[in-house]
């Protein structure tokens, strides 16, 4: 059933576990995600990005995981916008039926991020719809910046408390030191969990962890094996997320993982089968890889058999 991102969210700050939160562009990505919940009894979030929105329509979408989620009506399932630039792509994605959105404004001052966040809140609570926001910076990919400096770019923990109060937000996302891609951590992979857990005990919200894909070892090396370079790579590990979610994190954030199972198929078939031209022997498997990834997430996370 679709529901409000802040009911699902409610339930796993109750209970200490983290669902995962799966990056959608098209429909055999969605499928996956909704296959792997079914047969894991687990709650999802699903989630576009402005990008997935350019590329499939918002109205897509929306269609698409309504259809999914009357055909598992067991399963509680948000669409969330990823990643909102502004308060009107906020309010075209409640519109187009979106039950939980993200305003990001981490990059403007924190009385800018705050009163922004304000707006959409006003707005997406009148309809039932749950509010992310975003403190701090994504090091690395996701705004190209090299800060060494961890206060200038990770979350402040009175900061958050503050705004958490005010902007009335339903889930928060604090910067620990992850980034977006292929390429998360130059050396050893390390995050800022005493700062994670100070957010939780000042703010006691979900909390959301972005960044978060683990590049396991077998989807690397499915995909190298087809001559795909993922040289240098470098994921979230599980004891990673185990140790995030016992900190507080309640929505794990999930792209990259899914995109490289995914594409690692589709290179093995095209270079197994140069005769190939039916796009369903492509994306069969790559679908089947990406259920195995998700499953195995949605074990991690603790969100499998949750409902
Ligand atoms: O918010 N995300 C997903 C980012 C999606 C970007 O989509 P576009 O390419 O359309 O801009 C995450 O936090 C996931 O991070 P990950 O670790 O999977 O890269
Ligand atoms: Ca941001
Ligand atoms: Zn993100």
Redesign the pocket.
């Given at each position: 059933m679709l529901v409000s991102g802040a009911e699902i969210l409610k339930n796993a700050h109750r209970d200490g576990y983290a669902v995962g939160?799966f990056?959608i562009?098209n429909m055999e990505m969605l499928k996956a995600i909704f296959e792997s919940a079914n047969e894991m009894n687990s709650p999802i979030i699903v989630?576009?990005?402005?990008?997935?929105i350019?590329?499939a329509g918002a109205d897509m979408l929306y269609a698409m995981t309504k259809t999914l989620s009357e055909r598992y009506p067991h399963i509680p399932v948000a669409l969330h916008l990823?990643?909102g630039t502004t308060v009107e792509s906020c309010i075209r994605a409640i519109r187009a039926g979106f039950t939980s959105v993200?305003i990001d404004a981490s990059h403007d001052s924190f009385e800018e991020n705050m009163a922004k966040t304000k707006a959409v809140v006003d707005i997406a609570h009148t309809v039932n719809v749950g509010v992310e926001a975003e403190l701090g910076r994504?090091m690395g990919?996701e705004d190209n910046i090299v800060v060494d400096e961890r206060d200038a770019v990770l979350v402040n923990v009175a900061e958050a408390e503050e705004f958490v109060k005010k902007a009335g937000v339903d889930y928060l996302?604090p910067a620990i030191g992850?980034?977006?891609?292929?390429f998360?951590f130059k050396g050893e992979p390390k995050l800022d969990f005493q700062r994670l857990q100070d957010v939780k005990r000042v703010t006691d919200v979900p909390l959301v962890?972005?960044?978060?894909?683990s590049i396991p070892e077998e989807a690397r090396q499915a995909f190298e094996s087809t001559g795909g370079d993922l040289k240098g790579s470098k994921?979230?590990p599980f004891e990673f997320l185990t140790e995030a979610i016992k900190g507080g994190i309640n929505k794990v954030?999930?792209?990259?993982?899914?995109?490289i199972a995914f594409m690692a198929e589709v290179r093995r078939v095209v270079n197994e089968k140069p005769s190939e031209f039916d796009p369903r022997k492509f994306f069969n498997p790559a679908m089947d890889s990406v259920k195995a990834l998700i499953k195995k997430r949605m074990e991690v996370l603790g969100s499998a058999g949750r409902v």
């Open positions: 939160a990056n562009n989630e576009a990005s402005e990008g997935a350019k590329y990823d990643h993200m994504l990919i996302a992850t980034s977006h891609g292929a998360k962890l972005h960044g978060a894909s994921g979230v954030n999930t792209d990259t993982d899914l995109r």
